[in-house]
């Protein structure tokens, strides 16, 4: 009676990447994205209502400095690309 609904469960594999890397890859494409855009980092700081010392920070130091989702979110924005982007 009960049986019948059981459901197996084990652990999936998936690639996960540190907090570390995952940042530092945010930080390169941020850099990415914003050249691509041909906009510098001071415009870019002046868009997200931020310090260009920010700006230079988040590229340059490879994910020692981080941001908050609607910072990330507002990046994507200026730049004129898919949050998702800042991901791959």
């Known amino acids: ?15 996960i990447l540190s907090k570390k890397e995952m940042k ?6 941020i850099r990415k994205y914003r050249k691509l ?6 415009q870019l700081a002046v868009d997200i209502n931020k310090s260009y ?3 230079r920070r988040l590229e340059f130091t490879h994910g020692k400095v981080g941001c908050s989702t609607y910072t990330l979110y507002c990046i994507s924005k200026v730049l004129n690309t ?5 991901f791959k």
């Open 1 to 15: 009676m009960f049986g019948d609904n059981i459901m197996t469960t084990f652990k999936r594999d998936f690639t």
């Open 24 to 29: 530092e890859k945010i930080s390169l494409n």
């Open 37 to 42: 855009a041909g906009i510098t980092q001071e």
């Open 53 to 55: 010392d920010f700006v």
């Open 82 to 86: 898919s949050i998702e982007n800042f």
